[in-house]
């Protein structure tokens, strides 16, 4: 059957998509980093207890993995716009909802429905960016793209709790909505998509295949990451009360950094040729933390490992999209996200067990070690074959 293109939309279009795109991204995750520390709180205050905050997160977690791989779906039956639109209103309308109640069940019920959003956000997000950026030039853009996403953590995360102790929690939960907003204004001006079109059905499975070991290697990553944010903190006790939150931010900073100001190396060299010295890097930023009586190492290592972190999630980002080309950016998206979120969580809940059992020093520097074992898969992955400056 022959297809049609969309129509090209006008220049004045064309010139403001993208930064709609961003402005989308920017509010989506504004309104998630704004609760993330917020609503746990404000389960404790209605009495839920240290494992009742926990299952906010987790129920916001889960349906955001889960709803992850239904967005390419969702968007070929109902497109683009409506879809991104589904994901604002489901990401902010429950923020309102939170000030009828701080009853656990309410918060658990307000959590699923703002994951499923959320789901649908991060997906789209890069999507579109990807979509809206010639793909040689990949790299800069979606460097662009993950310092968007940065500066709304190094905004959202300390600025929800300043609120909430200044202010209430009302007021938190109505920045939130309105951060969710900025979805809404990217779904109207979303662009067509182009990066199925014209394209032969191709197999699931030999479309997923080449995105497998990539996979593994950005989820070694976030795993990592997972370990840092959920016990630095707890290991930097007996340290000065600067130290964790200074370490934290530098990696959220340097991460923003290095992720943005790697596209043009990306673009120009490739992301396997970045990720060897990046996952060296990170792996050795990660055994700084193992020195906790020495705030000054941890700061070093904190510097390092959000450095290489950055320029692992954008050089993983580029490869999995261009692997994903022949079926369509969103498998890559999907796949790219899923690693991101199911590392994080893994270096959460594992990080745990190996605490429990060994302490702190063991947990950082085998994480370490399992981080510098995934540049094995650099060489190894039929996906990390991406050329530089692919014709657009």
């Given at each position: 059957?022959?297809t ?8 004045t279009a064309?010139r403001?998509a993208?930064p709609?795109?961003?402005l989308?991204a920017?509010g989506?995750?504004?309104s998630?980093?704004?609760?993330l520390?917020?609503?746990p709180?404000y389960?404790l205050r ?18 955001t993995?889960?709803v992850q791989?239904?967005v390419p779906r969702?968007?070929?039956t ?6 991104l ?8 309308l429950p ?8 009853t ?13 959003g959320?789901g ?5 997000g890069?999507?579109a ?7 040689s030039r990949?790299g800069?853009?979606l460097g662009l793209?993950?310092a968007?996403?940065?500066a709304?953590?190094i ?14 929690y ?8 309105l ?8 779904a109207?001006?979303?662009a ?6 014209g394209?032969?059905?191709v ?10 070991l ?15 944010f959920t ?6 006790q007996s ?22 100001f790697?596209?043009g ?7 396997p040729?970045l990720?060897?010295p990046a996952i060296?890097v990170?792996a050795?930023g990660?055994c700084?933390?193992?020195f906790p ?5 941890v700061?070093a290592?904190?510097s390092?490992?959000g450095a290489g ?6 050089a993983?980002?580029v490869?999995?999209l261009?692997?994903?080309?022949h ?7 999907v ?8 590392g994080?969580?893994?270096g959460?809940?594992?990080?745990g ?11 950082f ?6 981080l510098?074992v ?7 992955s039929?996906a990390?074959?991406d050329a530089p400056?692919?014709?657009?």
């Open positions: 059957m022959k049609h293109p969309a129509p090209a939309p006008s220049p064309s403001w993208l709609i795109a961003l989308g920017f989506g995750f504004t998630f980093y704004l609760l520390s917020v609503v709180e389960a209605g009495g839920a207890g240290p494992s009742g905050a926990g299952l906010t997160t987790g129920a916001l977690m889960t349906t993995v889960a791989p239904l969702l968007q070929r109902w497109g683009r716009s409506a879809t639109a589904l994901g604002g209103v489901l990401l902010g923020c309102l909802a939170m000030n009828m109640s701080d656990l069940s309410l918060l658990l019920a307000l959590s699923l429905l703002r994951g499923c959320f649908i956000v991060v997906v789209i890069v999507a960016v990807a979509d809206l950026t010639p793909t990949w800069r853009g793209y993950g968007v996403v940065g709304a953590g905004i959202g995360s300390p600025l929800g709790l300043w609120m909430v102790h200044r202010s209430g009302t007021l938190v939960f109505i920045a939130g909505a951060a969710a907003a900025g979805v809404l204004v990217a109207f001006g979303a067509p998509v182009h990066s199925a079109t394209r032969r059905p197999r699931l499975r030999s479309a997923v295949r080449p995105l497998a990539p996979f593994l290697i950005e989820a070694a990553s976030t795993t990592a990451y997972g370990v840092v016990f630095l903190p707890s290991a930097l340290a000065p009360a600067w130290t964790a939150p200074a370490a934290l931010l530098v990696v959220q900073v340097t991460c923003t950094v290095t992720r943005m790697s596209g190396l990306v673009d120009r060299l490739g992301g040729v990720l060897v060296a990170a050795a990660m700084g933390s193992a009586h020495a705030p000054a190492v700061i290592g904190a390092l490992f972190f950055g320029v692992i999630q954008n993983t980002l490869v999995m261009r692997a994903s080309q079926a369509g950016v969103e498998l890559g998206s796949a790219w996200n899923l690693a991101f979120d199911a994080t969580g893994v959460a809940v594992a990080g067990l190996v605490l429990s059992a060994t302490g702190h020093a063991p947990l520097l085998g994480t370490a070690v399992l510098a995934s540049i094995t898969a650099v060489r190894r039929e990390l074959v400056g692919s014709s657009d």
